[in-house]
């Protein structure tokens, strides 16, 4: 039996950038909300395309999520509020290797040659394309973005600012559940599982690299500063309005939680069980 969900009352529809923290918060929705309450949409393109109406389809599910941008999250869900999570680019693009590494779809032999100036391409520009709110081709879960680099930038700066309620770091998730829970109205702040743990033999990229990937990468890495600003100045502002140690309080229930968890079922089967609690 499903526990009573802390996180209502909005309808939130969840743009899941890959290798951003989406899998644990998730599986925070899930456990939160009930299997019968939330939804992944696993393959967006196909499911909804296919739907004449998927607004009315999902109407009873309190969550959404998926693989796609902003612009196909509101063709479809206009009336959800839009939540997101952003990560450093470099690391998740190190992220996404590894996981590709460890499913046996990338072979390290390759990966200087996936990430040199000459083959990495705008494709890796994901931010880019999950915030713009240009418009999405028919058939297309991700709008066509190009142009000036610089207004590219500003325009996904402008829809995290306008579109989304909230949006939050994989690096900063603790005060990431924070801002969440004040901008969709939750009752209290979530803890969660970490799901997705780096094993000990993923790959590492070098510093030479990564100065190769910073460059191809400028669009991306100047939208995430820009985006961190703007977390930055609105989580001083959530901040005041916080009783004093709340954020430390909350990160000594997920430590005494996770120890919890630990003793009654051992790490592993901890690592892969997906729960929350208010």
């Known amino acids: 039996m499903p526990m009573e969900s802390p996180l209502k009352p909005k309808q939130i529809c969840f743009v899941h950038i890959p290798s951003c923290g989406g899998t644990t918060f998730i599986s925070l929705l899930n456990a939160a909300y009930g299997g019968k309450n939330s939804i992944r949409i696993k393959d967006a393109r196909k499911a909804l395309e296919q739907d004449a109406d998927p607004a009315s389809t999902y109407a009873g599910k309190d969550s959404v999520a998926g693989h796609f941008g902003y612009s196909f999250a ?7 509020a839009k939540i997101t999570l952003l990560r450093d680019p470099i690391e ?24 040199s100036p000459e083959t990495i391409g705008p494709a890796t520009h ?12 028919h058939g297309e879960k991700l709008p066509q973005v190009d142009g000036d680099p610089d207004e590219i930038v500003e325009a996904c700066v402008r829809s995290l600012k306008d579109n ?6 994989q690096e ?12 969709l109205g939750w009752k209290e702040v979530p803890t969660y ?6 094993a000990s033999k993923d790959l590492l990229l070098s510093d030479e690299q990564r100065e190769t990937l910073r460059e191809k990468l400028s669009i991306e890495m100047a939208i995430f500063e820009r985006a961190k600003a703007l977390f ?6 959530l901040s005041e309005r916080l009783p004093e140690g709340a954020l430390e309080a909350y990160r000594a229930r997920l430590e005494e939680r996770r120890h919890r968890l630990e003793a009654e079922e051992g790490a592993d089967r901890y690592s892969k069980a997906p729960r929350v609690s208010s």
């Open 74 to 80: 509101n063709r479809w869900f206009p009336d959800r």
């Open 92 to 115: 998740r693009l190190q992220s996404q290797m590894n996981r590709h590494l460890r499913r046996g779809r990338l072979n390290r032999k390759n990966i200087d040659k996936l990430i």
């Open 126 to 137: 994901k931010l880019a394309f999950y915030l713009s709110d240009a418009p999405t081709p």
């Open 164 to 169: 989304f309620v909230a949006f939050g770091f």
């Open 172 to 183: 900063r998730f603790d005060e990431t559940m924070f801002m969440f829970a004040d901008a």
């Open 193 to 198: 599982d970490k799901r997705n743990y780096a």
């Open 232 to 237: 930055d100045e609105r989580w001083a502002a």
